[in-house]
Each structure stands twice: as structure tokens, then as C-alpha cells.
T-cell receptor, first 115, second 114 residues
Framework: GAGVSQSPSNKVTEKGKDVELRCDPI?????LYWYRQRLGQGLEFLIY????????KSGLPSDRFSAERTGESVSTLTIQRTQQEDSAVYLC?????????????FGEGSWLTVV | DAKTTQPTSMDCAEGRAANLPCNHS???????VYWYRQIHSQGPQYIIH???NNETNEMASLIITEDRKSSTLILPHATLRDTAVYYC???????????????FGKGTKLSVIP
């Protein structure tokens, strides 16, 4: 597709359940990023992929959060044993490569509500 | 990491130019200035970026001072659809991982008024 695609766009889950959020980056983009944004708050960096490797996981809030990327393309963010505090929009972004001057483009996000 | 300072909010009359300032006094020589905006409930939208020279595209102009310690984003003819939170970001590199991820601050909430 032309832009970063995320699914599902909306997800309501019960506390304690696991959820998977999917990101399809722009074709050919080697760098992929996940961010989280709670309602009324700023964007929090979660994790970054270069190819299929994740050299920067510094933003993952707990071990309940994990992410993987395959084929240097699709990425999945998994949240285990969801809690109400996990309710947020999860944003995926990609760029052609790392380094200054390479623009990062965002998807529209996956809205997660934990009830 | 260079930090940015932006006004919390601004108003602009529809059809007028919106000038959004940003201070980044600790920017280093190889760091770019990026601008994004986020319209309610949508993902951040890239606007423009620059290193030293002023830049212009179909959306906006970016004016960077000669000492690079501040910049201004200019929307030449603001419309109601430009109402959004505008983020000025200095692109940093995670020294341990080279991720060059964007660090978002609180931004400026621009309200375009009819």
C-alpha cells in the first residue's frame, strides 16, 4: 500500500487477555517503530526495528510487551495479560532507513481499550 | 539529546499565516529539525524538515535561524483543517542502538478560528 497500515483499527479486550497488533510498513522501508499514546498524552517510544532485528527496545514498559518483525516487513506488537493502563492508541511508523534526514511516516494507529 | 520548547497553544485567524515558533538551543550540528502535526484521533503527519537552510514544500515553510537555535514553521494560509497539535522535534540517535527515533514533546495546539 501507499502508507503504513495497521490492524485492527479498534480493539476492545477484557483485562487479562492477550492482544496482537499488526503493522504493515511502507514497502521497502527497513526501519520500523512502535509508539504508544494514551488519551490526552504525548507519544511514547516503545521499540525500533532495523530489518528483523530490534536494537532498541528501551521503551517497552514491561515484559508483558513484546514485538517481532518478519521478512523485513510486517511487525506484530503483542501485549500479554492486558491491564486497563494499557488502553491507548498504538502507532506504528516506518522509514526508508535510519539516520538523520530519513523521514518517518506514521500509520493511523490501533486503538486498544481494556475493560 | 537536544530538547525543544514550544508554546502550549496558539490561535490563528482562518486565511492568515500561522507562525509556530520552536526553540532548540542545544541542537548539535548533525541534528535535523522535524515538524509533525497530529489532528485529533489520527496518526502524526509529517510536515517538513530541515538541517540548516530554509525549506518549503506544498504544506509549509520552515525557517531556521543562522545559529540553528530556533526555527519557525509557517502555514501560509491557515484553514480550519489545520487545527491540530504541532510538534517540533530534533532528530536524535540512540547512541547505543542508532535508532534515530523521534522524541515527541507536548507540542503547540494550534486553533484556526473562522
Amino acid at each position: 500500500g501507499a502508507g503504513v497500515s495497521q490492524s485492527p483499527s479498534n480493539k476492545v479486550t477484557e483485562k487479562g487477555k492477550d492482544v496482537e497488533l499488526r503493522c504493515d510498513p511502507i514497502s521497502g522501508h527497513t526501519a520500523l517503530y512502535w509508539y504508544r499514546q494514551r488519551l490526552g498524552q504525548g507519544l511514547e517510544f516503545l521499540i525500533y526495528f532495523q530489518g528483523n532485528s530490534a536494537p532498541d527496545k528501551s521503551g517497552l514498559p514491561s515484559d508483558r510487551f513484546s514485538a517481532e518483525r518478519t521478512g523485513e516487513s510486517v511487525s506484530t506488537l503483542t501485549i500479554q495479560r492486558t491491564q486497563q493502563e494499557d488502553s491507548a492508541v498504538y502507532l506504528c511508523a516506518s522509514s526508508l532507513r535510519t539516520g538523520d534526514g530519513n523521514t518517518i511516516y506514521f500509520g493511523e494507529g490501533s486503538w486498544l481499550t481494556v475493560v | 539529546d537536544a530538547k525543544t520548547t514550544q508554546p502550549t497553544s496558539m490561535d490563528c485567524a482562518e486565511g492568515r499565516a500561522a507562525n509556530l515558533p520552536c526553540n532548540h538551543s542545544t541542537i548539535s550540528g548533525n541534528e535535523y529539525v522535524y515538524w509533525y502535526r497530529q489532528i485529533h484521533s489520527q496518526g502524526p503527519q509529517y510536515i517538513i524538515h530541515g538541517l540548516k537552510n530554509n525549506e518549503t514544500n506544498e504544506m509549509a515553510s520552515l525557517i531556521i535561524t543562522e545559529d540553528r537555535k530556533s526555527s519557525t514553521l509557517i502555514l501560509p494560509h491557515a484553514t480550519l483543517r489545520d487545527t491540530a497539535v504541532y510538534y517540533c522535534i530534533v532528530r536524535v540517535a540512540n547512541s547505543g542502538a542508532g535508532s534515530y527515533q523521534l522524541t515527541f514533546g507536548k507540542g503547540t495546539k494550534l486553533s484556526v478560528i473562522p
